[in-house]
């Protein structure tokens, strides 16, 4: 069965997905006999009972209670046992341990932040130790969006008026793909995100230092790199193009014209502020939709976005 | 084969077809109505399976991806699914089949197509008024917020919405009021049992979209803080009720494509359908369960876990009823003289189709399965296996049984056996691999996707290439054949059913008498002795 678990699932990243694949092949294997079964009798039906002569005589028989009630039964039965079974996983999956590691998960058009309950803060990459609960406790900024981690075999929306959560025990170590599963506008297929599962001891460290990349890369490549992993991509482009947000190629040193009339020069202070309060300075033409990045990113994460802006003339 | 005059024939010109009372035209001008929105709701799904060739753009932008797949899903479900087999199907046969003139209602009849003509229109208007990218779903708050095009679109769902009603009503009063002599319950021909459980499920559901879309108006408007959270709202209470009538609107498509299986199978089996009563009384429970299960599409929306389990309990239960009719469908055809005409063909179609898409509502009704399916391709894939495999097989069946009824022409068996293979061949291909990236974790309504996925993307478009060659066929031998002289003979397949009574096509008045009923729907042996 493992060749058929592999070409219809993803890879497996908890003891519950590997429970949850039990039922999934279960049920499969029962719906392809049921199928074969209609199928066949179908075929057999039609090859058998071929219309030979026009007059051919048929079969009188209209109903027989006892049949009726076998094809009741047998299937009411079946789908009561799928009922049952399917229900004890959800219930015994759906409260998360006292002891889970709490994480704060905000979703906004179209990037997920993170906060930790030390006040560490990431985007759209988040760390957590493996073998340990972790759960997400999660609403939303503006429309419904929904957290989905295929590896997990779990998803859960999340609202703009309520907490919602989801927790899970990851048992492999990697990085195992985070998506929004419930349409949320332009950018919806591009809000995806990245779990990091470490073993213990590389998760304290990051959670202490951070990344060992914000550390160490040179400005212009971390910045790069911020651009596409914190979600600017999504509204801005390098190549000039317009987008929900204005293009950040040949911004730095330029003349910027504003929604008040004003017009400022685009220099290293005006860029940290458009980062860290966009509503501050609204760029003419543009709606006031830049979410801020207050918090969510470190001093040289911020120089190094700067830095790569800089390098787009 | 007609001689004189008959219903196409009797009055000439524009008019007498737009203020026609007749329920066979209207019908004949629903099909025609119904097969352009068909065709552009077609249009928008090949190129959305065009732009999904490659990961990233392929043909058109984000947003025109999202306007396309918004179209097609609203083109399809509003004006194709709900309407079809009811509006057409339903309007041209059900009062031939009781052995009546005309529905109870003919001007309401005519009214309710012209709403649906300005309903459609509406929705056309809304691509130009800024365009609707909301998912036909139109989940608030996104909704509440989202572009120009949003409010015509909203305005002509709500108005297609009274067709539908007008139609429901009209049925069920022509149903209790106009069956001919000696056409008790239990002797009409299961279609109309499909048609009055639809019927009831048209009337009593549709209103609740009504109010919700007017809800959601208001909220657009006037900010009255119904759904949207920032003025104290709750998104979710949208959800509920936009379910609780389109998950009943499930029924309303798939009910009277069960129904033209319950006349096809049998007649082309020259047997006496199996389990009469167990097929129309599934009808019936199906149409009253339905109503209570809508919340198996918010499993994972932040419902309480209790209400999960309920819907989720009822949702198998809704499943049995179906299964019946599919068991005794295959009971019919035991012992019987089959053959293989191009509606059997489609029938068989339909039974196989519908049977992957009964089965894989499993996995989604089963609430710890659904937790990592919603939402994604297999989602798409199994509604897919429901509604096209489903009700626009059945349609294509019922379309080729009456077609020398309503028109008084044969088409081409020949061309319709290719086209039906085409077909069959060109849906599985276009959506079963649809099934394996959605378990393997592809959600749906992605423009961009991730790279591993696209070996599935392509042979799913590729699908979609050989299905749309299915259909140009059909469009082709379909025209031709009416090009023809009438040489259809009054009964070509030898049915039982009062339709069959009358000549191809019939006169305005359906019968020069009143019929009367000496025989069951699927007393084939009586139609033997008496020819
Ligand atoms: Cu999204
Ligand atoms: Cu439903």
Redesign the interface.
Known sequence: MNWLRS????AQGSAYASE?DT??LF?TL??AF??LL??A??GW??WR????RE??????????LA??LT??LI??AI??G??F???N???G??VAPGDAMEIQVTAKKWLWAFEYQNGTRTVNEVHIPVGKPVKFVMSSE???H?F?V??M?????V????Y?ELWFTPTTTGMH?L????????????MLGKIWVDDDATFQKWLEEGDESTRTMPLKELGKMLYESRGCSTCHSIDGTRGDGPSLRNVFAHDIKLADGKTVIADANYIRESILEPQAKIVLGYEPIMPTFQGLLREREILALIEFIRSLN | MAEGTNYLTETRGLKSWLFTVDHKRIGVMYFWSIMTALFLGGVFAMLVRIELLTPRQTIMSAETYNRMFTLHGAVMVFLVLIPSIAATLGNFVLPLMLGAKDVAFPRLNLASYWIYVAGALFGLYSMIAGGIETGWTFYTPYSTSAGGGVTPMVLAAFILGFSSIFTGINFIATIHKLRAPGLTWFKMPLFVWGMYATSIIQVLATPILGITLILLLMERMFQIGIFDARLGGDPLLFQHFFWFYSHPVVYIMILPGMAIMSEVIPVFSRKTIFGYKAIAFSSIAIAVVGFFVWGHHMFVSGQSPLAGAIFSFLTFLVAIPSAIKVFNWLATMYKGSISLEAPMLYAISFLLLFAIGGLTGLFLGSIATDVHLHDTYFVVAHFHFVMFGGTVIAFLAGIHYWWPKMFGRMYSEKWARVSAVLVFVGFNLTFIPQFIMGSRGMPRRYYNYLPQFQPMHVASTIGSWVLGLGFLIMAGYLFASLRKPYDAPSNPWGGATLEWETASPPITHNFETTPAVTHGPYDYAALRSDA
């Open positions: 070409l219809l699932l993803p949850y039922l999934f049920i029962l719906s049921f199928f209609i199928a009798t179908a039906f039609v009972y071929r219309r030979a007059q051919a005589p048929t079969s009188m028989v209209t109903q027989s049949l009726e094809w009741t299937p009411l789908v009561m799928i009922f079974w399917s229900l996983q959800y219930v999956a759906s503006d429309v419904i929904s989905f295929p590896s075999r779990l998803k859960q929306d609202l703009p008026n309520r919602t793909t998506l929004c599963a419930e349409y949320c506008g332009r950018s919806h297929s591009d």
